[in-house]
């Protein structure tokens, strides 16, 4: 093996011994491992379940202090056991000895690579589950035919991550596809990586329902927001929220369509309106409901604060139709993300729910 390329992989000991770092710096190392040894007492307390709703949020803070704590020790760890394996394949020129320490440290930078891309999770509100609203805009049965799509990549995209994917809401279209749906995402940092598709997505394609085989614009809008749990104070005054009870609609067997188990509640001086219908149970969807508009309204003080820092333009807080943040163009195989320029050619893939290259795009950008 050539001088250069053993040089190249101690210059990379050297990069990762940096980064680690530069990391442990940043994420503020040595007070996460005191918190991590507080709360792994904690919960291996018999106490602590007495308080169910305490022990699930220990739980929760455990497993983020561990995704940074443990990740940082296994990174030092195994940058010190793989250079003195270098080492000694070196002295004894055992270069395939070399050849597997390089393919280790491979591994180890790709596990740094995703702690560093956390850190551009900024919003205190990104390590939450979050809601996904998709909305069919203009075109027709066209665009409710999209909006399927998009709840389809969506919720694909979500069983990629891991996370837990609910279907909360589906309205459907009257002759295919949906006119509107709600999903919830449950998993770590889910709000932080779905809040950048927040926006109007086109589609561009020979449409299947145009028996003249034309080309149709249709347009859905996104919008993203988390889950917001009792440790973030929302006050909504009850006489200013409207319930109605109605029949969910869709599969779900005899029961669901006889009785009037959905929850649609409207939250009157702001006008936003969620519904839930994903239980058999009244009770649950309506507890469900309420957490869906504490998040909205949450969502939509942080969007206020956000624009009057920023000076935007007054109606940037509203999803408009003209708004778009991303083109499909099937017959060309293409999709474009707008803000950022990144294109792909791959739509069987994205899809699917391959979207992460976009969201790295969007956040490295700080979209």
Same mark, same amino acid.
């Given at each position: 093996?050539?001088?250069?390329?053993?040089?190249?992989?101690?210059?990379?000991?050297?990069?990762?011994?940096?980064?680690?770092? #530069?990391?442990?710096?940043?994420?503020?190392?040595?007070?996460?491992?005191?918190?991590?040894?507080?709360?792994?007492?904690?919960?291996?307390?018999?106490?602590?379940?007495?308080?169910?709703?305490?022990?699930?949020?220990?739980?929760?803070?455990?497993? +983020?202090?561990?995704?940074?704590?443990?990740?940082?020790?296994?990174?030092?760890?195994?940058? @010190?056991?793989?250079?003195?394996?270098?080492?000694?394949?070196?002295?004894?020129? *055992?270069?395939?000895?070399?050849?597997?320490?390089?393919? *280790?440290?491979?591994?180890?930078?790709?596990?740094?690579?995703?702690?560093?891309?956390?850190?551009?999770?900024?919003?205190?509100?990104?390590?939450?589950?979050?809601?996904? $609203?998709?909305?069919?805009?203009?075109?027709?049965? #066209?665009?409710? $035919?999209?909006?399927?799509?998009?709840?389809?990549?969506?919720?694909?995209?979500? #069983?990629?991550?891991?996370?837990?994917?609910?279907?909360?809401?589906?309205? #459907?279209?009257?002759?295919?596809?949906?006119?509107?749906?709600?999903?919830?995402?449950?998993?770590?940092?889910?709000?932080?990586?779905?809040?950048?598709?927040?926006? &109007?997505?086109?589609? &561009?394609?020979?449409?299947?329902?145009?028996?003249?085989?034309?080309?149709?614009?249709?347009?859905?809008?996104?919008?993203?927001?988390?889950? &917001?749990?009792?440790?973030?104070?929302?006050?909504?005054?009850? @006489?200013?929220?409207?319930? *109605?009870?109605?029949? +969910?609609?869709?599969?779900?067997?005899?029961?669901?369509?006889?009785? $009037?188990?959905?929850?649609?509640?409207?939250?009157?001086?702001?006008?936003?309106?969620?519904?839930?219908?994903?239980?058999?149970?009244?009770?649950?969807?309506?507890?469900?409901?309420?957490? %869906?508009?504490?998040?909205?309204?949450?969502?939509?003080?942080?969007?206020?604060?956000?624009?009057?820092?920023?000076?935007?333009?007054?109606?940037?807080?509203?999803?408009?139709?003209?708004?778009?943040?991303?083109?499909?163009?099937?017959?060309?195989?293409?999709?474009?993300?707008?803000?950022?320029?990144?294109? &792909?050619?791959?739509?069987?893939?994205? %899809?699917?729910? $391959?979207?992460?290259?976009?969201?790295?795009?969007?956040?490295?950008?700080?979209?």
């Amino acid at each position: 093996m050539e001088a250069e390329q053993l040089n190249q992989i101690e210059n990379r000991f050297t990069n990762l011994g940096e980064r680690a770092n #530069e990391l442990k710096r940043y994420l503020d190392y040595p007070s996460k491992v005191d918190r991590l040894e507080e709360v792994v007492r904690l919960s291996e307390s018999p106490e602590i379940w007495n308080d169910p709703k305490k022990a699930q949020e220990i739980g929760r803070e455990r497993k +983020a202090l561990e995704a940074v704590v443990l990740v940082l020790d296994r990174v030092v760890k195994g940058v @010190a056991d793989a250079k003195e394996l270098f080492e000694m394949g070196r002295g004894e020129e *055992d270069w395939d000895t070399v050849n597997a320490v390089s393919e *280790d440290v491979a591994e180890l930078e790709a596990e740094i690579a995703r702690l560093e891309f956390r850190r551009m999770f900024s919003n205190p509100m990104d390590p939450q589950p979050c809601f996904v $609203d998709i909305q069919s805009g203009a075109g027709g049965t #066209e665009a409710q $035919d999209w909006a399927s799509m998009l709840l389809r990549m969506y919720v694909r995209y979500g #069983e990629r991550k891991g996370f837990n994917v609910e279907v909360m809401e589906v309205s #459907e279209g009257e002759v295919a596809g949906i006119t509107s749906a709600t999903i919830k995402l449950t998993g770590d940092y889910a709000f932080g990586f779905l809040r950048t598709e927040t926006g &109007v997505h086109r589609l &561009v394609r020979v449409s299947p329902f145009d028996s003249n085989a034309r080309r149709h614009t249709s347009f859905c809008s996104v919008f993203v927001y988390p889950e &917001v749990d009792d440790s973030f104070e929302i006050e909504i005054n009850p @006489a200013d929220v409207r319930t *109605d009870t109605y029949r +969910a609609s869709g599969a779900g067997g005899q029961h669901i369509n006889k009785t $009037d188990s959905a929850v649609r509640l409207t939250h009157v001086p702001t006008g936003i309106v969620v519904q839930c219908q994903n239980d058999r149970s009244q009770h649950r969807n309506r507890d469900e409901a309420w957490q %869906m508009l504490r998040a909205k309204l949450y969502e939509l003080e942080l969007r206020k604060r956000m624009e009057a820092q920023q000076q935007l333009e007054a109606g940037k807080s509203d999803i408009g139709w003209g708004h778009q943040i991303r083109s499909y163009v099937f017959d060309q195989s293409r999709i474009k993300d707008l803000r950022t320029g990144y294109e &792909v050619g791959n739509l069987k893939g994205v %899809m699917d729910g $391959d979207i992460d290259d976009f969201i790295e795009a969007s956040l490295k950008q700080g979209v």
